[in-house]
């Protein structure tokens, strides 16, 4: 199983009271723009950049808890590799770049190497 559904019906741990909760697991490198919800229920959305250790993002506050569950809908957005090269385009995903998540101010993340438009062992460099 790469991805798979997790479901809290009476609430996560961390949610409030009276809320069920549902997340997203990934056991990929992705990064990932997705919605959840229950059916006929308005969706809540996020991006989030999967590590590959089978983490999980969603929503904690997802809906009222009940015992007549509705079935819960993904709607994947999009989904991405680190880096995707495609034509004299580079799409890069910083989120999964290693040292992302601790980087401080002045610290840098780069990008694998890549081939473009003629250019060899190019890299993006950001300071987010």
């Known amino acids: 199983r790469n991805a798979f559904l997790r479901f809290f019906p009476k609430g996560s741990k961390t949610a409030p ?14 990064q990932v723009k997705f919605q959840l919800s229950l059916e006929g229920s308005q969706a809540q959305e996020e991006t989030y950049g999967f590590t590959g250790g089978g983490d999980d993002r969603g929503f904690p506050n997802l809906e009222e808890a009940s015992l007549n ?3 819960i809908r993904l709607t ?10 495609s034509g004299n385009s580079v799409l890069w995903a910083p989120m ?8 401080g101010r002045g610290q840098r993340v780069e990008s694998p190497k890549f081939n473009v438009s003629g250019l060899r062992n190019a890299f993006l460099r950001f300071f987010p």
């Open 17 to 30: 009271e009276g809320k069920c909760s549902a997340f997203l697991v990934l056991q990929q490198k992705k």
């Open 69 to 71: 569950q509705r079935q």
């Open 76 to 85: 994947v957005l999009s989904a991405h590799d680190e880096i995707e090269v």
């Open 96 to 103: 999964l770049a290693r040292g992302f998540s601790t980087c």
